[in-house]
């Protein structure tokens, strides 16, 4: 749609208005032009690569039921959470009991029970690892580089526990150009969060990566009404180091995760 502006004339000398006339001209093919090319790229997708066979492949060229967000999309669309990504993505429903056990359900299939010692067949890996438990679910997913939601049985693929689908989550590898992040939030219980990341090269071939979440607080959502104490502080220390080393035939990524827990 392109929109004109039409300048009414007043009389003046005949210059004038052959200046008027032309001036309008411009400001009226400027903002046809402009509105043509926001269009233009508007209409540019950007391509996704995922591995949910296995392999790179454009997610357009995948024969599976796969939705799939890249670091800004995931950022931007779902707020880095669970729930946020259930918003987005249709038959996915994922509600938590608590800060620590959360429950997936995809097409209608998950797990309704939180204690920890079930399994739930809607699968979550992170970098490929399998999370089995509902409490290893509920952990902050930061430093995220992209997801994938498969729909349906993947067992084929992906082993066991996948009758329901599965949540991929990749976190971002280390890159050869030096850039650092930093994030902090505070919410209604007076409870903090601190994320951040430092990304450098070491060598022509080699790229090191380190990222953190931290959530701290004096508050918690559950209140003792007898004692008035506030229960569900959290005291979670989540650290991930990487290694990145690009040969000309092969590539070798090391990773190594840490987390503290102390729930009070």
């Not at 290893?136 to 580089?145: H, N």
Request: aromatic share 10%; charged share 20%; net charge negative.
């Amino acid at each position: 749609m392109s929109t004109a502006f039409i300048l009414q004339e007043c009389p003046v000398m005949p210059y004038a208005n052959q200046t008027l006339k032309y001036f309008s001209l411009f400001i009226a093919f400027s903002i046809i032009f402009s509105t043509a090319q926001a269009q233009d790229n508007a209409g540019v997708l950007e391509e996704i690569i995922v591995t949910a066979q296995k392999r790179e492949q454009s997610v357009q060229d995948v024969g599976l039921t796969v939705a799939a967000f890249s670091d800004e999309q995931y950022r931007e669309l779902t707020r880095g959470t669970l729930d946020g990504l259930a918003a987005q993505v249709s038959n996915l429903q994922a509600y938590a009991n608590n800060s620590y056990l959360e429950s997936v359900h995809i097409r209608g299939i998950g797990l309704n029970e939180f204690q920890g010692q079930f399994d739930s067949p809607v699968a979550l890996h992170m970098d490929e690892v399998y999370m089995a438990k509902p409490w290893m679910k509920a952990r902050r997913k930061y430093d995220i580089g992209r997801v994938e939601v498969l729909k349906g049985p993947q067992g084929t693929l992906f082993g066991r526990n996948t009758t329901g689908g599965s949540l991929n989550y990749y976190t971002k590898a280390p890159a050869d150009v030096f850039e650092a992040e930093l994030q902090a939030g505070i919410d209604e219980h007076e409870r903090y969060r601190v994320t951040g990341m430092v990304n450098s090269p070491l060598s022509e071939e080699l790229s090191g990566r380190i990222s953190f979440n931290t959530e701290l607080g004096n508050g918690g959502p559950q209140k003792n009404l007898f004692s008035g104490d506030e229960h569900g502080r959290p005291d979670i220390m989540d650290l991930r180091g990487q290694l990145l080393w690009s040969g000309e035939k092969l590539t070798v990524r090391a990773l190594v995760h840490d987390r503290r827990v102390c729930p009070q």
